[in-house]
DNA sequence: GAGGTGACTGCGA
DNA sequence: CTCGCAGCCACCT
């Protein structure tokens, strides 16, 4: 039951995501089946801010594995402290090792 | 109802 | 390697 939105959706993919691991938009929405709108995964991430449900959007990058987002977490740092809070090593905006860190919905869950 | 926006991605030069 | 362009679609005003 998605009352709220598609957004849910993304939601809960995003919460699924094991601590120290990261994935991209393209992965979520390609699981999602919206890999063309790759965009509205990162707009999800927005909107995720404004709802009360947990979702931890630092553990969702780019393709390039690059903090894009950052900027929307309140400090430019945070999003990178909080990465680094769970093993993952982040350097000059980017994910550190990103293929081994990343983390695909598609295979993990299915 | 219509227009504008964007936390992306892929491809070409 | 970097830079630029076009497509994509749900949400907001």
């Known amino acids: 039951m998605r009352n709220e939105s598609f957004f849910d959706d993304v939601y809960e993919v995003v919460r699924q995501i094991p601590r120290g691991r990261v994935t991209s938009y ?9 890999v063309r709108s790759s965009r509205m995964v990162g707009y999800a991430m927005n909107a995720a801010h404004t709802t009360h449900h947990p979702v931890p959007a630092h553990r969702v990058v780019n393709r390039s594995g690059l903090l894009t987002g950052k900027h929307h977490f309140g400090t430019a740092n945070l999003m990178q402290q909080l990465l680094e809070n769970e093993g993952v090593k982040v350097e000059d905006d980017k994910v550190i090792d990103f293929k081994k860190l990343y983390w695909d919905p598609g295979v993990e869950l299915g």
């Open 26 to 34: 393209g992965a979520i929405a390609s699981y999602l089946g919206m």
